[in-house]
């Protein structure tokens, strides 16, 4: 059910995403994360917190340099 919502609502891969719209991006996918475990499907809500994780380092390369 949540991949078919994700499919519908058009999810972006990690390099379509702009660093200013990084931060956004991580709020949305948190509550996906959290529709994803309510729903009890795990492996789809730790797909989710990896791809919260690669854009968090991702902004924080960015902001590093």
Known sequence: ???AFLV???EKTEDEIKMQDIP???EKL???MKVASGQL???RA???REK???LKAK??????K
């Not at 902004?59 to 590093?64: E, F, M, N, Q, S």
């Open 41 to 43: 499907d795990f492996e």
């Open 30 to 32: 948190k509550a996906l």
């Open 8 to 10: 519908g609502c058009g």
């Open 1 to 3: 059910l949540v991949s």
């Open 59 to 64: 902004l924080h390369k960015a902001t590093r």
């Open 24 to 26: 956004d991006e991580i």
């Open 52 to 54: 919260i994780a690669t």
């Open 46 to 48: 730790i797909e989710i």
